[in-house]
């Protein structure tokens, strides 16, 4: 079992920015790709950047491309999510998700709130 935790998030004005951190617990080797998804209230959770294990590969969202950077720190057991250029329709709860390497089950944290302001 893996437990996941974020932090970090919070309001704050247009153009500003916030760094999320997900703490990972439990069975940590057996962790694989991990994501960032956000929730905006009414609407779908999607997803929002992807890491590898290595963390070499990472992928982005076409609405955050540019803005956001996703990172890992596998020593500590981290994953952050650097947000700039913050925009309102970035409001959502973001979650952040792992997925095991033996068999692929996924694991999600309980989300943090982010909320953009104009």
């Known amino acids: 079992q893996v437990q996941l935790v974020e932090s970090g998030g919070g309001l704050v004005q247009a153009g500003g920015s916030l760094r999320l951190t997900c703490a990972a617990s439990?069975?940590?080797?057996?962790?694989?790709?991990m994501r960032w998804h956000r929730q905006a209230p009414g609407k779908q959770r999607t997803w929002v950047a992807i890491?590898?294990?290595?963390?070499?590969?990472?992928y982005y969202a076409d609405s955050v491309k540019g803005r956001f950077t996703i990172s890992r720190d596998n020593a500590e057991n981290t994953m952050f999510l650097q947000m700039n250029s913050l925009k309102p329709e970035d409001t959502a709860v973001y979650y952040c998700?792992?997925?095991?390497?033996?068999?692929?089950?996924?694991?999600w944290g309980q989300g943090t709130q982010v909320t953009v302001s104009s």
């Open positions: 439990g069975s940590t080797s057996s962790i694989n790709t």
């Open positions: 998700n792992a997925v095991s390497a033996r068999d692929y089950s996924e694991y």
């Open positions: 890491i590898t294990n290595g963390g070499s590969n990472t």
